[in-house]
C-alpha cells in the first residue's frame, strides 16, 4: 500500500471517530426527560409544566411515562392536560403536614402521574402537559423522578438528582429550577402562554383528547425549546464541520506531496 493511501485512510478514521463520538454526546443530550420552562419564581401561581419525552431507542415504541412529584415540597392544584392516545391516571397522597392557602387549607396533593395507552415511535418526542395552582416557594430546585417504559418491557429511570457545581448525572431526573420571587416572573409567564394557550385542562384520570389538541401541544412544544436546544446543535454543527475541515487538509496536504514526488 502506497505512503499516500496509508496517510489518507488514516485521516479518514480520526475523522470519521471524531464525528461518530461528538453526535454520540449530541444524541445523549438530547434522549434525556427534560421539564420545560427550566425555571419559575418560587411559589408561583397558575402555572403549566411540560414534560417532554423522546424515543432513544430504535427497535421499541415508548409506551408509558410514569412522573413523580415531589412530595416534600408539594404543588398544590394540580390538573392533567388531556393528551390525543393517552390515558392518565393521577395518585394522590395525604400530606403530613397541611399547607394553609388563601383558599383554605390543603390535606392532599398529587404525587404520581402514568400515562398509558400511546405509542411514542423512534425518532419521535411527546410533551406531557401539567398546570398547577402554586408552586412551593422553600426550595431552590424540584426533581420530577421519570419512568419511562418501552414496547420490549426495558424500563429508563430518570431518577438521579443533579447536584450543584457537578457533572450532569447519567440518567439525570427532570428538574425546575426555582428562582427568587420576581427573578423569573417573565420567563415563567412566557412558558405558560406557549403551552397553554392551545390546550385546556382537566383533572380526570383517565381522559382522551381529540387530534387538534396534540397538534397544538407539540406546535408549542418545538418552540419551547429555545436557545439551550439551538446552542447545542449549533455547537454540535461546529465540531463536524471542524473535523471534516481536518480531514479536508489532510487529503489536501499528502495530494500535493503526491504531485510533487
Do not use: C
Not at 427532570?174 to 385542562?201: I, N, Q, Y
Not at 439551538?230 to 500535493?256: K, P
Amino acid at each position: 500500500m502506497s505512503p499516500m493511501s496509508t496517510t489518507l485512510r488514516r485521516t479518514g478514521t480520526v475523522a470519521a471517530l471524531a464525528t461518530a463520538g461528538v453526535l454520540t454526546a449530541a444524541g445523549a443530550a438530547f434522549a434525556h426527560v427534560t421539564v420545560h420552562p427550566e425555571s419559575y419564581a418560587k411559589g408561583a401561581t397558575d402555572g403549566l409544566l411540560s414534560f417532554r419525552v423522546p424515543n432513544e431507542e430504535d427497535t421499541a415504541s415508548t409506551t408509558k411515562v410514569q412522573v413523580f412529584l415531589p412530595t416534600d415540597h408539594p404543588l398544590l392544584g394540580v390538573l392533567v392536560t388531556p393528551q390525543a392516545g393517552w390515558a392518565a391516571k393521577v395518585t394522590t397522597i395525604k400530606l403530613k403536614k397541611p399547607i394553609k392557602t388563601d383558599d383554605g387549607t390543603i390535606t392532599d396533593a398529587v404525587s404520581e402521574i402514568t400515562w398509558t395507552g400511546g405509542r411514542i415511535r423512534h425518532g419521535e418526542f411527546q410533551d406531557f402537559a401539567v398546570a398547577f395552582g402554586q408552586l412551593p416557594d422553600d426550595t431552590d430546585q424540584l426533581s420530577f423522578k421519570t419512568l419511562q417504559t418501552y414496547s420490549d418491557g426495558n424500563v429508563v429511570r430518570w431518577i438521579e438528582e443533579p447536584q450543584k457545581g457537578g457533572e450532569e448525572p447519567e440518567s439525570p431526573a427532570p428538574t425546575l429550577k426555582l428562582t427568587a420571587k420576581g427573578a423569573g416572573d417573565e420567563t415563567s409567564s412566557a412558558g405558560a402562554g406557549e403551552s397553554g394557550s392551545d390546550s385546556s385542562s382537566s383533572s380526570s384520570s383517565s381522559s382522551s383528547a381529540p387530534a387538534s389538541s396534540s397538534s397544538g401541544t407539540e406546535q408549542a412544544s418545538v418552540s419551547d425549546k429555545g436557545s439551550d436546544s439551538t446552542a447545542r446543535g449549533l455547537g454540535t454543527a461546529g465540531l463536524i464541520v471542524g473535523v471534516l475541515g481536518l480531514g479536508a487538509a489532510g487529503f489536501a496536504v499528502v495530494r500535493g506531496r503526491s504531485t510533487r514526488s
